[in-house]
């Protein structure tokens, strides 16, 4: 639970959302550690104040779960990221654009399908969805650039259904919701729900949206979830998989594939989760989750892997909120900001005690460190869910390349981040003791291009002078 001074600061931001941006009803909650820490709600449904219990339409954060099963069907082997369309759904003209495309919105389709509005249209089957695709269904070169694409999803909704020979949103209950205990998310709505309502621009009263079954377009954004069911979804995205998905599978899901706003990229988008850059009262954060839009109802939920918090919220309304979920976090933050964790000791092998210290690459120097278990990345976990042992490579002069590495089976290291990503460290040793680091055929030596080690184009026999 939150400090009672931090629960009135959380309470009145959600109660200035509800009231400025004339919002029917609006729930909130944080999650930290896994469990609701706060909840929060204003205005009515049915008359009443809705509940941890009470359904919205959650739009888009249905994506999230169609992207989680087709990264269990890329773990299983059933497929590949970079597989194009057309291996598993063939006969669209969109079949050259891959599986990874698709996920990460970079496949150049278009943002919405043929047709009418989908959102507030009853939807058509996957046979005629697919019949009136054309080449208009493309509007940039695959790879080029982030598109966000309704119509992308709705494929990979299909490639679910048919690698699993079920209906998408079976797969979804089947191999997420249930596992993770998540019985109040479903595709229609079950009382108790709220009503989608768009709010009068210039006076105080309500239109009902229509809802719909969007067929084809469904796994888009066709979902209904509650408070209790969403806090644990952020716990998943936040890293707490409940054995839906390998941690590192997740945290692969979490990496950005492409960014929405240039260099200096605030948001982002990974494989099926949107991603963040947030800096508040609690300093720099690096969000992932997803927003939810669809016609009255507005939805949100972001974790923060790193610090085991995240937030939710979800409205009533067709449009007008602002950035609640962030405020919140901020309010958090300021309040009750985190402690750091605790140092203690950690043993460490000789082996790998003897690798710490100064490297030089040429005549620049690197330190290695080994990094305590507690602040390993995914890629530092074995299968079995054990840490395993890594390493920091880091410049002295603050430039230069620094990577982590992970020890491997057969006693290499594998990059996990930086420019050394996925590159091979191989430590050579003679019976004297270790000579120098390969990395990738750059080799780091203890001395300044020391005269004894394999330096690449040789050493000046006259030293330094």
């Given at each position: 639970?939150?400090?009672?001074?931090?629960?009135?600061?959380?309470?009145?931001?959600?109660?200035?959302?509800?009231?400025?941006?004339?919002?029917?009803?609006?729930?909130?909650?944080?999650?930290?550690?896994?469990?609701?820490?706060?909840?929060?709600?204003?205005?009515?449904?049915?008359?009443?104040?809705?509940?941890?219990?009470?359904?919205?339409?959650?739009?888009?954060?249905?994506?999230?779960?169609?992207?989680?099963?087709?990264?269990?069907?890329?773990?299983?082997?059933?497929?590949?990221?970079?597989?194009?369309?057309?291996k598993h759904v063939?006969?669209?003209?969109?079949?050259?654009?891959?599986?990874?495309?698709?996920?990460?919105?970079?496949?150049?389709?278009?943002?919405?399908?043929?047709?009418?509005?989908?959102?507030?249209?009853?939807g058509v089957p996957?046979?005629?969805?697919?019949?009136?695709?054309?080449?208009?269904?493309?509007?940039?070169?695959?790879?080029?650039?982030?598109?966000?694409?309704?119509?992308?999803?709705?494929?990979?909704?299909?490639?679910?259904?048919?690698?699993?020979?079920?209906?998408?949103?079976?797969?979804?209950?089947?191999?997420?919701?249930?596992?993770?205990?998540?019985?109040?998310?479903?595709?229609?709505?079950?009382?108790?729900?709220?009503?989608?309502?768009?709010?009068?621009?210039?006076?105080?009263?309500?239109?009902?949206?229509?809802?719909?079954?969007?067929?084809?377009?469904?796994?888009?954004?066709?979902?209904?979830?509650?408070?209790?069911?969403?806090?644990?979804?952020?716990?998943?995205?936040?890293?707490?998989?409940?054995?839906?998905?390998?941690?590192?599978?997740?945290?692969?899901?979490?990496?950005?594939?492409?960014?929405?706003?240039?260099?200096?990229?605030?948001?982002?988008?990974?494989?099926?989760?949107?991603?963040?850059?947030?800096?508040?009262?609690?300093?720099?954060?690096?969000?992932?989750?997803?927003?939810?839009?669809?016609?009255?109802?507005?939805?949100?939920?972001?974790?923060?892997?790193?610090?085991?918090?995240?937030?939710?919220?979800?409205?009533?309304?067709?449009?007008?909120?602002?950035?609640?979920?962030?405020?919140?976090?901020?309010?958090?933050?300021?309040?009750?900001?985190?402690?750091?964790?605790?140092?203690?000791?950690?043993?460490?092998?000789?082996?790998?005690?003897?690798?710490?210290?100064?490297?030089?690459?040429?005549?620049?120097?690197?330190?290695?460190?080994?990094?305590?278990?507690?602040?390993?990345?995914?890629?530092?976990?074995?299968?079995?869910?054990?840490?395993?042992?890594?390493?920091?490579?880091?410049?002295?002069?603050?430039?230069?390349?620094?990577?982590?590495?992970?020890?491997?089976?057969?006693?290499?290291?594998?990059?996990?981040?930086?420019?050394?990503?996925?590159?091979?460290?191989?430590?050579?040793?003679?019976?004297?003791?270790?000579?120098?680091?390969?990395?990738?055929?750059?080799?780091?030596?203890?001395?300044?291009?020391?005269?004894?080690?394999?330096v690449p184009g040789?050493?000046?026999?006259?030293?330094?002078?």
């Amino acid at each position: 639970m939150v400090l009672e001074g931090t629960a009135r600061a959380l309470l009145r931001r959600l109660a200035v959302e509800q009231a400025e941006s004339r919002v029917p009803s609006l729930v909130a909650a944080i999650v930290r550690g896994g469990e609701i820490a706060w909840f929060g709600a204003r205005g009515r449904v049915d008359g009443e104040p809705p509940t941890r219990d009470t359904q919205y339409r959650i739009g888009s954060i249905t994506k999230t779960l169609v992207a989680t099963v087709i990264m269990r069907l890329r773990d299983e082997g059933r497929l590949d990221l970079l597989d194009p369309l057309d291996k598993h759904v063939p006969g669209t003209p969109l079949g050259d654009v891959t599986v990874a495309q698709l996920l990460s919105h970079s496949g150049g389709l278009t943002a919405e399908s043929p047709g009418q509005w989908w959102e507030r249209t009853p939807g058509v089957p996957v046979g005629d969805l697919v019949a009136a695709l054309g080449p208009e269904s493309a509007r940039h070169r695959p790879g080029r650039r982030y598109h966000y694409s309704n119509l992308g999803f709705a494929l990979l909704g299909e490639v679910v259904a048919r690698k699993r020979s079920a209906p998408w949103e079976e797969v979804v209950r089947e191999e997420v919701l249930e596992p993770l205990g998540m019985r109040d998310t479903t595709p229609r709505p079950r009382a108790p729900h709220a009503t989608g309502y768009a709010v009068h621009p210039w006076a105080d009263v309500l239109l009902p949206e229509p809802e719909n079954d969007h067929g084809a377009m469904a796994p888009a954004g066709q979902l209904w979830t509650s408070v209790t069911d969403l806090a644990r979804w952020a716990a998943f995205i936040g890293g707490d998989t409940g054995g839906v998905l390998r941690p590192a599978t997740l945290a692969e899901m979490r990496e950005p594939a492409v960014v929405e706003d240039g260099d200096l990229w605030v948001r982002g988008y990974g494989l099926g989760l949107q991603l963040a850059r947030h800096v508040g009262p609690g300093g720099s954060r690096r969000l992932a989750g997803h927003s939810g839009s669809m016609p009255g109802f507005l939805a949100s939920v972001w974790a923060d892997p790193a610090d085991g918090v995240a937030v939710l919220w979800m409205a009533n309304t067709t449009s007008g909120m602002r950035n609640l979920d962030t405020a919140l976090l901020d309010i958090l933050a300021e309040h009750e900001p985190p402690l750091p964790a605790e140092w203690s000791p950690s043993p460490v092998d000789d082996d790998l005690l003897e690798l710490t210290g100064p490297w030089y690459w040429g005549p620049t120097p690197y330190a290695v460190r080994v990094l305590p278990q507690r602040a390993q990345s995914h890629r530092g976990q074995s299968h079995r869910g054990q840490p395993q042992e890594a390493l920091s490579l880091t410049p002295l002069t603050g430039q230069g390349r620094a990577s982590r590495f992970v020890r491997q089976a057969d006693g290499t290291w594998l990059g996990l981040d930086g420019y050394y990503a996925g590159e091979t460290l191989r430590v050579v040793r003679s019976p004297s003791g270790v000579t120098h680091l390969d990395l990738n055929t750059f080799i780091f030596t203890r001395e300044p291009y020391d005269p004894g080690a394999p330096v690449p184009g040789g050493v000046d026999p006259a030293g330094w002078r």
